[in-house]
């Protein structure tokens, strides 16, 4: 994949998967804006992309993602690729989680990713030759997760968004895609399901297993990277409106919401109608399965 000449802004890029996905853009060629919240960390990450710029801000407000599609026209002249991955997580059960903890996480997740992409997209229209606008989103987002009330419902959000602008601006030859990354992350290393299993890695220096790569799609940041650098190559022109997962050895396209059982009953339906019908109905799965479980 070649994206000689292209520019992108990656949220979130000074550690972990943003950074990944930084290194990876920038090796195919492109030009990269990496965006942290502390300056020596942005410092870092610059040093370790080559062709790369920094901004330290903390996304979420309009300022920031004005200063972001700034710093890639002033550096490089456009913008062609915007991948929304800065985030925070603030887990707690529903009746522990306090206005604060729902409030940064949602600014930071849903109105980032909305202020970010709004700021891409207008300069991207104006250019008038198209573009790539890849959000991050989560497997939380498309199942629900114990003790993460205010991430699921951003990512889910954040899916939600990846469609509704994929139709929005479908005329302009805009792309938009959500990507359902699951990785060995500092983040991911909180969660109960994962955190043992990276943690016996990180110790004994072996490899993930072979059942965790291909049957849970658990894997090193580098095992994400090829789909951000395919969306944002030319060969995505056709691809938009999905929400796509990566992860060690599995590439995953993940359905959208649909109707699974319609009954009908002539004159609607009454309480004890509801419960009747019920008993022939399967209900949905939800929560993300433990590494391992059937």
Known sequence: MDLSGKVAIVTGSGRGLG?????????????????????????AAVGAVPGSVGVAAAVGSAE???RLVAAAVENFGRLDVLVTNAGILRDRVLWKMSDED???VVDVHLRGTFTCARAAAI???????????????????????????NYAAAKAGIAAMARTW????GRAGITVNAVVPVAATEMTKTIPAFAPVIEEAERTGQPYPAWLRRDEGFGTV??????????ASDASSGVTGQAIGIGGDRLVLWSHPAEKDVLL??????AEAVAVAWSSITPE????????AS
């Not at 994929?166 to 601006?169: H, I, K, R």
């Not at 799965?285 to 391992?292: H, M, V």
């Open 19 to 43: 950074l990944a996905y930084a290194g990876a853009l920038a090796a195919a060629g492109a030009s990269v804006v990496i965006n942290d919240v502390d300056q020596p960390v942005v410092d």
């Open 166 to 169: 994929a139709m929005e601006l």
């Open 222 to 231: 580098s095992d994400v990277t090829g789909v951000i650098t395919f969306l």
């Open 285 to 292: 799965s939800f929560g993300i399965p433990a590494p391992g």
């Open 123 to 149: 300069r991207m229209r104006e250019q008038g030759d198209g573009g790539r606008l890849i959000l991050i989103s989560s497997p939380a987002g498309q199942r629900g997760n114990f003790g993460q009330t």
């Open 102 to 104: 729902f409030d940064a």
């Open 265 to 270: 009953a002539d004159g609607g339906w009454t």
């Open 64 to 66: 920031t993602a004005d």
